[in-house]
């Protein structure tokens, strides 16, 4: 049976309630027409609501609907953070669940908080790097010193974009930062012979910073007819690998002049 609202304030309340669902998943890296279709399907799960429509950018959610011949709309900004499919996940969950159970809108709000609030252990993030960053550098040609020159900068890498997100800079600032980081720490692990090849250690590492998700993401959304969507997250995925590109050469040249 459809849910059915009482009164406006309570159509208001499923908006706001729509539109937070569909904010978690864009800030969490899902696909634009994804966080779209979550919303509509959030708000018609309402027998008294109608045409309701979404649009999702990269940096804001707007809402339109009606409730009993009444025009609503709505619209949230959006700050994105890194990609994290496990939240992405519990929130595809979470929307096909109200959508097909009796939860109250304040019921639906505890969960998407609880979603919201969840923190993996950062232990595990930064030894997901350290793995990550020493396989990809065997995967380019590294050696065994290459892996574990890769797997120490690796753990490091995710603790000072950890620490580096305390101080809100720009996603611009912080891969340019990490990236020197890397170049520098590759360069001196080689010196000392802690490692064999440098430019192995530093694509090794800087695949932590790669826009992965994001470019065929843009692309997605570009042949699903989403151009502003797509052209957004195809820019910003340019301007991470200028600024990983921009890192890693002034590294290298301060490293020339001191070694």
């Not at 008294?48 to 709309?73: C, D, Q, R, W």
């Not at 639906?108 to 990550?132: M, P, Q, W």
């Amino acid at each position: 049976m459809a849910k059915v609202l009482n009164n406006i304030k309570e159509a208001k309340d499923l908006m706001n309630l729509s539109l937070y669902t569909g904010a978690l998943l864009i800030q969490n890296g899902a696909e634009s027409y994804r966080a779209e279709d979550t919303i509509e399907r959030i708000c018609k799960s309402v027998s008294n609501i109608s045409n309701v429509s979404a649009y999702a950018l990269p940096s804001a959610i707007f809402i339109s609907m009606e409730f009993e011949g009444e025009t609503l709309s709505n619209f949230r900004k959006i700050t994105i953070a890194d990609t994290n499919l496990y939240k992405i996940d519990r929130v595809n969950s979470f929307s096909r669940e109200f959508v097909s159970s009796d939860f109250s809108i304040k019921e639906a709000y505890d969960k998407l908080f609880e979603i919201d609030n969840t923190e993996e252990k950062k232990e595990k993030i930064y030894l997901s790097g350290g793995i990550a960053a020493s396989f990809f550098s065997v995967l380019f040609g590294g050696d065994l010193k290459d892996f574990f020159a890769s797997f120490f900068i690796g753990i490091l890498i995710p603790i000072i974009l950890d620490k580096l997100s305390h101080f809100k800079l720009s996603f611009f600032i912080n891969n340019i930062i990490c990236a020197f980081i890397t170049s520098i720490l590759a360069i001196t692990f080689v010196h000392f012979n802690f490692g064999s090849n440098i430019d192995n250690i530093i694509i090794g590492v800087i695949m932590l910073l790669v826009p992965g998700v994001a470019i065929p993401n843009s692309v997605r959304d570009i042949m699903s007819g989403e151009f502003i969507t797509g052209a957004i997250t195809m820019i910003k995925a340019f301007f991470i690998a200028l600024a990983i590109a921009f890192g890693v050469g002034v590294g290298l040249k301060i490293m020339r002049f001191i070694l």
